[in-house]
Structures are given as C-alpha cells and as structure tokens.
C-alpha cells in the first residue's frame, strides 16, 4: 500500500541494499586509504601550528576534531533512534485506520535510517580523509564504530517489527526470528 507521499512499505525491505552500500563504501575507502598508508614513503613532521594554536600540530587538531565529530554522529545515531520511537507513537495515535498507521510507522523507520546511517557514515569518511591525509592509524577507531552502527542499521525488517511494537504496544505477526 502506498500513501498520498508515495511511499510504500516495501521500501522498508530495500534499506539493506541502501545501508550496505554506505557500509561497503566505508569499508573500501578505508582499507585504499590503509594501503596507501602503508605503500606511502615516509617524511619527517607532522604539519605546521594551526595560527593562534600554539603547540598544537595540525595532526592533532584533526584527530582532536576526528573525536568530537565521532562523537556527536554517535549521540546522534542513538537520539535520532529514540525520536523514531516518539514519532511512531504519534503517528500511531494520529491514524485513520491500522493499514495507514503501519505505512506511517514504516515511513518513519525509513527515514530515521537514513538519517542515523548518514550521520554515522560522516565520521567514518572522517576518519578514512584523516587517514589518507597523515595515515592515523588511530582513525580506524571511527572507521570500525561506523562499520558496527551500519551493521546494526541492516536488519530492516526486525527493525520495523520493534518500532511497530514500541509504537502500538503489540507483538506483530512477523515479529522475531520464529515469526512469534
């Protein structure tokens, strides 16, 4: 079923092909980014003093500001997934019928996806930039945070289940790996 938006349901079970191909461009990008890391020839220092940072190395500004952008993309990750469960509910409570409460469910879990995957993937970009740049190994921290958050994003259907639960108080019919 579709509503006045377009969207339908079915849209829900292509989030896995949406969310591995950001999980796979990550990936990739870091281990090009290693490989060069690796093949590059070594040179001596670490970058010029940022003007009116005194002491600081550029290294450290971007490692610094690699942690604060994990960080919020982290906090972000897990607020926009508890707005989903808000934003369900309401949509919920707001229905004409339970057909047009399940798309409205549905669309928000698509959404919010998209959104948690593209806030979790922008500090693992981040971190494969960083790495590319001065070869931090240390920005394999973000990389593989970002790996495990799009992971987690995958399971679409399971997904939608939970929401629809948390949002309606009922166990759905094809909840749960037995369908329970």
């Given at each position: 079923?579709?509503?006045?938006?377009?969207?339908?349901?079915?849209?829900?079970?292509?989030?896995?092909?949406?969310?591995?191909?950001?999980?796979?461009?990550?990936?990739?990008?870091?281990?090009?980014?290693?490989?060069?890391?690796?093949?590059?020839?070594?040179?001596?220092?670490?970058?010029?003093?940022?003007?009116?940072?005194?002491?600081?190395?550029?290294?450290?500004?971007?490692?610094?500001?690699?942690?604060?952008?994990?960080?919020?993309?982290?906090?972000?990750?897990?607020?926009?997934?508890?707005?989903?469960?808000?934003?369900?509910?309401?949509?919920?409570?707001?229905?004409?019928?339970?057909?047009?409460g399940s798309l409205a469910i549905a669309q928000?879990?698509?959404?919010?996806?998209?959104?948690?995957?593209?806030?979790?993937?922008?500090?693992?970009?981040?971190?494969?930039?960083?790495?590319?740049?001065?070869?931090?190994?240390?920005?394999?921290?973000?990389?593989?945070?970002?790996?495990?958050?799009?992971?987690?994003?995958?399971?679409?259907?399971?997904?939608?289940?939970?929401?629809?639960?948390?949002?309606?108080?009922?166990?759905?019919?094809?909840?749960g790996p037995q369908g329970q």
């Open positions: 079923m579709q509503d006045g938006s377009g969207f339908s349901r079915s849209q829900v079970a292509r989030l896995p092909l949406v969310i591995g191909a950001l999980l796979m461009g990550v990936l990739l990008f870091g281990a090009v980014a290693t490989m060069q890391t690796l093949n590059a020839p070594q040179t001596g220092g670490g970058g010029a003093a940022p003007s009116g940072v005194p002491g600081a190395t550029s290294p450290d500004v971007l490692l610094f500001t690699l942690a604060v952008v994990t960080l919020s993309g982290i906090t972000g990750y897990f607020v926009v997934g508890s707005v989903a469960v808000t934003q369900a509910r309401r949509a919920w409570e707001r229905r004409r019928d339970d057909e047009q928000t879990l698509f959404v919010t996806t998209i959104l948690r995957a593209a806030l979790v993937e922008s500090f693992g970009l981040f971190g494969g930039v960083l790495l590319l740049l001065q070869g931090a190994m240390l920005a394999w921290a973000p990389i593989g945070a970002c790996i495990v958050l799009l992971a987690s994003l995958m399971p679409a259907g399971s997904r939608l289940a939970r929401l629809e639960e948390a949002a309606t108080g009922v166990r759905g019919v094809g909840y």
